[in-house]
């Protein structure tokens, strides 16, 4: 069996961004494949990492086989510390308590903006996206690592509308807005994974994904890419980390 | 119906010292409890996405055919859509807006809102928490870091941004939002309306200070001696409540926590049917399930039994070890 059909792409989306989160670690994950790669995390290297949801649950510890259908949902609060109004655990974001943001995207930029919430003008949108939901305040107020699928269409030089804010237009301009904490730190795809310049905020490629080719990762995005020069290759899932991953969701809801 | 962003202080006042805040017994029916909401009111919703809807609210001011409604919720799913097809509503302030997440964008909500003739109105999902916190504090704004920088604040002018006084860091105001009527369904309350949330609490404390009257329907009503045993657990206080309303199931197709999951095969065929027409499908839909059925327990019917017992499983099986 070849490298590339031992997992699929959410699979290795998953797993390279369980790999980003550190034991002790407070995070604050988004549905789908965040929360099931900060289970991942905390069922592997991270035990004692502590998991946040938006519908109000501090130390989640989710069920295999039992993914909640969004944040909001009962399955969120099993065995958690506790549980509490879902502004009041945002506000811990804002108080500083959350080392991670974890969320999903649809549409990115260089500058790591996030749209979730129009295609096209938002004046007279194409399509009328759902929104921030606490993608907004997840990346206002805090250090971020971003899930998603790589695709020319998701990755643009110019989000059509900065639903959550990354750095905005580069250099200084997310602290001038005065957005004073935070940024985009990670991006995970199913090619590689990417930074930002600590000067100019442009990402840029630091670890190309097992298999993938330099051209293949600029090919899939609508703009330039830099390549770090410490770029090395990602070590391939191990077993473990795939049947950890696949026990926790067996009906394939997240990693389709 | 109130002409301002913001109520005024004083209006805010009188229309509390003209309720009936006494330990009184203020149990209805669900058809008289629909009253209370009449056309053009700002309506606030409580529970988030699929968890503790007050659906069968819902379900009445749909079948009374309320027009003019401005829906708030910190997240909206399928509600939102109903609220919008039905045509009870025109405008819904949340922070998200789809039918769930597994089931991607919502036709209903693209079709209204793309058409420009209904009003999708986003804010961060903390803002509308900080929006409800304020209007339950009788203050006109609280300040908030999120917001500032990206697209959203530009197509907000309601929310202000200023220098601190304190510290000259740049910081958001965003208004106190009071619905004339809050909408809440809760696990079990007694006869007077002091309400018992179990599991996750969303903005429904908040959002029931904040409103200038509160509909509440539970589960179950109990004694005024048993909450009076764990007052602990009681989260919204009589006071705060003008209508007791006990349905069962109340939430359903959506889930109430320690009591049922959502109804996932009743959601998925919606979905399906709204989404391969959202204005037949949801036509179709509403025929069926709200005008039809001659009562609430004749909608349960419809999702069935099977359905009701197997989410029924699944929801009490969270206190399972």
Sequence with gaps: MTEAQRYTASEILAILSARQLRDGQVVFAGIGVPLLAATLAQRTRC??????????????????????????????????????????????????????????????????NLNSSFIGDP???????????????????????????????????????????????????????????????RVITELAVFGFDERTRRMKVLALNPGVTREEVQDNTGFNLDFDEKMHVTSPPTDHELETLRVLDPERLFIA | MPDTLVEPYARLRDNMAQRDRSLREKVVSLEEAGRFVQDGMKVGVGGSTMSRTP??????????????????????????????????????????????????????????????????????????????????????????????????????????????????????????????????????????????????????????????????????????????????????????VDAVVEVPYGSAPHECYGLYEPMMRHMEAYVAQVNGDPVKGMQEYLDRYFYSPKSWTEYLSLIGMEELLEATKKGRSIYND
């Design chain 2, 55 to 240: 659906m069968a609210m819902i379900w009445e001011l749909i079948r009374q055919r309320r027009k003019d409604l401005s829906i708030s919720r910190c997240i909206v799913s399928t509600d939102g859509d109903l609220v919008f097809g039905s045509g009870i509503a025109n405008h819904v302030v949340t922070s998200w807006f789809a039918q769930g997440i597994l089931w991607g964008l919502s036709k209903v909500m693209r079709h209204h809102v793309e058409s420009g003739n209904k009003r999708f109105e986003e804010w961060s999902h903390m803002a509308v928490g900080m929006r409800f916190r304020a209007g339950g504090m009788g203050v006109p704004f609280l300040p908030i870091r999120a917001m500032m920088g990206s697209d959203i604040v530009g197509q907000r002018p309601e929310a202000k941004q200023i220098d601190c006084p304190f510290t000259g860091e740049k910081i958001l105001l965003v208004p106190a939002l009071n619905p004339d009527v809050a909408l809440i369904h809760v696990q079990r309350c007694d006869p007077y309306g002091n309400a018992q949330i179990d599991g996750l609490q969303f903005m429904d404390i908040d959002l029931a200070l904040a409103a200038n009257s509160v509909i509440l329907t539970t589960e179950r009503i109990v004694s005024n001696d048993q909450i009076r045993r764990s007052p602990d657990q009681t989260k919204i206080p009589f006071f705060c």
């Design chain 1, 123 to 185: 004046a007279s949108p194409k399509t009328r996206l759902p929104g921030t939901g606490g993608g907004n305040d997840i990346s206002s107020l805090t250090t971020m690592l971003v899930s998603m699928k790589h695709e020319k269409r998701r990755f643009v030089e110019k989000v059509d509308f900065i639903t959550s804010p990354g750095f905005i237009r580069g250099g200084t301009t997310r602290k001038d807005a005065g957005l004073l904490s935070g940024g985009m730190w």
């Design chain 1, 47 to 112: 035990p004692a990492l502590t998991i946040l949801f938006e519908g109000g649950v501090i130390g989640a510890f989710v069920e295999p086989g039992k993914l909640p259908p969004s944040t909001n949902d009962q399955r969120c609060t099993k065995r958690a510390n506790m549980v509490l109004g879902s502004a009041d655990v945002l506000l811990l974001l804002q108080r500083g308590y959350v080392d991670v943001g974890f969320m999903g995207g649809a549409q990115i930029d260089q500058y790591g």
